[in-house]
């Protein structure tokens, strides 16, 4: 590469000499050499992020959805046409049935993930900062953790009859589960060598909580914190099918029984755009929280 340029910055009637000469192996063939290096590992990483990419995703779902129904290769009794779901929707909304229904489902998603954010964070701090905490917390929630929430209606329903209550109490256990768990893998995980340094500087209790311990677990809290907001729009389609009288669940099992297709697809975009904008919104809120970190995502 150095005998290239060497060729390429000479003058005329020099090229030879130049080829005659040996390689040199001075600066400016080390600094070619790390800049070369530097250029390499940079390809390692996926690249600048480009904006709005990840409604690529969903578009060309859209796309694809669109273009079957217009070729005819997609039964609308199977799948109705996007626009035909738009036009229903549109009608359910002027009705006022629809608002209705998506602001009760947005009200106890609300409930439910509340209290299973708070159960969740309490829980992990409890037993990641204490070991008697550790020791009576961790097995009793990896059991629960074992045990598959949704077989535990028919108890609920029991417990706390059939009214709202058991469909926050669900969707908060669903929620804290994950938060508890990243939560505290998160908090166990800190190097202890964290821990010597606080005790050297003598920092107290509240100190090494809020400068090491908080900063250390913060990137397991957004991954449970993402997958408890998934949880809590799971688990509210199941249960709204379950002797509730509004509801996006109750429209769809409404929906069920008199055969409307286009309804049932509805109530799913619906649940799925309400998923996808709450997890965008931890996702922004986690750039914003942990800007300080460098990472293939920034």
């Known amino acids: 590469m150095t005998d290239t340029v060497s060729e390429q910055l000479a003058p005329p009637g020099t090229a030879d000499a130049v080829a005659a000469d040996p390689p040199t192996t001075g600066p400016p063939a080390t600094a070619t050499t790390t800049t070369t290096t530097r250029r390499r590992v940079r390809r390692l990483a996926p690249g600048k992020r480009l904006p709005y990419a990840r409604l690529l995703g969903p578009a060309l779902l859209l796309v694809i959805w669109s273009v079957a129904n217009v070729t005819g290769s997609l039964d609308p009794r199977t799948l109705p046409a996007p626009w035909t779901v738009v036009r229903t929707g549109a009608h359910l909304w002027s009705s006022g049935t629809l608002s209705t229904d998506v602001t009760e489902s947005l009200w106890r998603a609300a409930q439910g993930f509340a209290i299973g954010l708070t159960v969740g964070v309490v829980l992990a ?83 090494f909580i809020r400068q090491i311990v908080i900063p250390g677990a913060l990137p397991g809290f957004f991954v449970g914190l993402r997958l408890g907001v998934t949880g809590s729009w799971l688990s509210l389609v199941v249960l709204e099918q379950i002797n509730a009288t509004n509801g996006l669940g109750y429209m769809m099992f409404q929906a069920q029984n008199y055969g409307q297709t286009d309804v049932i697809v509805l109530g799913l975009l619906i649940y799925g755009v309400f998923g996808f904008a709450s997890d965008s919104v931890v996702r922004i809120l986690e750039r914003r929280v942990l800007s300080w970190r460098r990472s293939l995502n920034t």
């Open 125 to 207: 701090l409890l037993a990641g900062l204490s070991r008697i905490g550790e020791a009576v917390i961790d097995g009793t929630v990896q059991i629960n953790r074992s045990v598959p929430t949704l077989g535990l209606i028919p108890l609920f329903i029991l417990w706390l009859g059939i009214g709202e209550t058991f469909k926050v109490a669900i969707i908060a256990i669903v929620v804290y589960v994950p938060i508890y768990l990243n939560l505290y893998s998160a908090l166990s995980g800190i190097d202890h060598r964290f821990v010597e340094l606080g005790e050297v500087l003598r920092l107290s209790r509240w100190q």
